[in-house]
């Protein structure tokens, strides 16, 4: 049991970065400096990509354990 609310709390926690990194991708286009532009841009990029892949994995991995039956 304690391994399905700790996954599950772990694709909470991506999520909320991945809608962080959305909002700041947002953010980004409303900037007018080009070097803040790049900054921001390539970091909300690169937060959207890595929370994107957790999310995906927790979710792959919980599917996984519940179509074999198992409780790890």
């Given at each position: 049991?304690?391994?399905?609310?700790?996954f599950i709390i772990f694709s909470g926690i991506?999520?909320?970065f991945l809608e962080?990194?959305?909002?700041?991708m947002i953010r980004?286009?409303?900037v007018k400096h080009p070097?803040?532009?790049?900054?921001s841009f390539?970091?909300?990029s690169f937060i959207i990509?890595?929370?994107g892949t957790l999310f995906v994995a927790f979710i792959w991995r919980m599917v996984s354990h519940f179509k074999e039956g198992k409780e790890p």
């Open positions: 049991m304690f391994w399905w609310v700790r991506s999520l909320f962080f990194g959305i909002e700041e980004a286009y409303q070097g803040e532009f790049l900054a390539f970091s909300s990509l890595i929370s």
